[in-house]
């Protein structure tokens, strides 16, 4: 029997995780994405094992080892004194304890890497979804350039304002948390010959710094920020920032961090929305991974990690339940992500993730591909066959 045609809505890291694994599961693929093309933001991104070994599978493994900088421990470190309250190992440990490596990388490289393993055309750009209907037979998607195209299954990948959520739940911005994200990222050289940790992040009690290499040659150094702002503007996704509004949000804080501030040539600063967990992530052949159902703040780093655990999960039980059954593979797929989702989500809210030396096995050790699968609960099954 042939296999499903399979839309995705968004060529973040999540849908395009998804297409290439998909691919990979001989499934015929396109993705639709609202932009007219890619560009090297100026972020970071950390990719832990668990993540890793999704890019094994399609393929990236290698050189993503090459293309990053692999920090041997993660450290917290004081605000002030910069003294280490938490050093967690990584490196050859992180290989050996849980099977595959911890490295930080740009995630305009990473996201290019990947897009490199899909086949040709696979992307479609400016598309900017206007409207879904799902006709029980297939589903038209219908762009504000007019065109329409039909799949047997759509995949929401279209992040914190998905026009599919919207669709399955209604109309509902995301909450802002009350705190923004300052991002930096610039050449390792204007910091001078000090040297700097692979992987550290700053705590006071309301703020944090993270900071990061996002090279193999540890020629680029990136940050990002966590601060109290009480308002942001509704619908502006990113402002600008400047040195001086670090200096003042920082004040205080460790030479180190100052000399960061110092050396920066350009910040800008995102606010940080989430969602309550959602009611469900399905209904008949459409179905949402990654932010669109589960955003969340970055301080785990693992909310991109969760777009691709949902990613592999997704192609992993179309293959169980069989390429025609899409509703038992929505629901198999929510039934065994739902949970660990939502606990990463809470943590990352609660900003508490190896503040202390804690063990991060659960989260670092986890390999969606050899997961015990659980049944879907009956509520969960009804619910995405309704």
Not at 86 to 110: C, K, M, W
Not at 219 to 225: A, F, L, M, S
Not at 251 to 277: C, F, M, N
Request: aromatic share 10%; net charge negative; charged share 20%.
């Amino acid at each position: 029997m042939n296999k499903p045609r399979i839309a995705i809505v968004g060529a973040g890291l999540g849908g395009t995780a998804a297409a290439a694994l998909m691919q990979r599961a001989g499934y015929s693929v396109r993705v639709y994405e609202q932009a007219p093309a890619f560009s090297r933001l100026g972020a970071g991104i950390h990719l832990g094992p668990n993540v890793m070994k999704v890019m094994r599978r399609i393929g990236c493994e290698d050189a993503l080892n090459t293309m990053g900088s692999h920090p041997d421990f993660w450290y917290s470190r004081d605000w002030k004194s910069g003294d280490a309250i938490a050093q967690i190992p990584l490196g050859n440990f992180a290989l050996r304890e849980y099977g595959a490596s911890y490295l930080t990388v740009h995630r305009g490289d990473f996201h290019a890497l990947m897009t490199s393993a899909l086949k040709p055309d696979t992307i479609a750009f400016n598309k900017h979804l206007k409207s879904v209907e799902d006709t029980g037979s297939e589903v038209r998607l219908t762009f504000n350039d007019g065109t329409v195209e039909t799949a047997d299954i759509a995949i929401g990948a279209d992040g914190v304002n998905s026009r599919i959520r919207e669709h399955l739940l209604g109309a509902e911005p995301p909450r802002y948390t009350g705190y923004v994200a300052h991002r930096a990222v610039f050449p390792a050289s204007l910091l001078g010959t000090d040297p700097f940790d692979l992987c550290v992040k700053w705590w006071s009690e309301d703020r944090h710094m993270m900071v990061y290499y996002v090279t193999g040659k540890r020629d680029e150094i990136y940050y990002v920020t966590g601060v109290p702002q009480a308002e942001w503007p509704a619908g502006q996704s990113v402002a600008p920032s400047s040195r001086d509004e670090m200096r003042e949000v920082f004040a205080g804080y460790h030479p180190s961090v100052q000399k960061l501030i110092d050396a920066t040539p350009e910040v800008t600063k995102w606010p940080l929305l989430e969602r309550d967990p959602l009611p469900l992530w399905s209904r008949g052949r459409l179905v949402l991974l990654g932010d669109a159902c589960h955003p969340m703040k970055p301080h785990m780093a693992q909310g991109a990690a969760m777009a691709i655990e949902d990613a592999a999960m997704l192609t992993r039980c179309l293959g169980e339940t069989g390429a025609t059954d899409h509703a038992g593979a929505f629901a198999l797929y929510e039934g065994n992500r739902a949970e660990r989702a939502s606990k990463v989500q809470l943590v990352s809210h609660n900003n508490t993730w190896l503040r202390s030396n804690e063990d991060p096995a659960w989260v670092f050790a986890y390999d969606v591909f050899n997961e015990p699968l659980t049944a879907p609960k009956a509520k969960e099954a009804a619910a995405v066959a309704a």
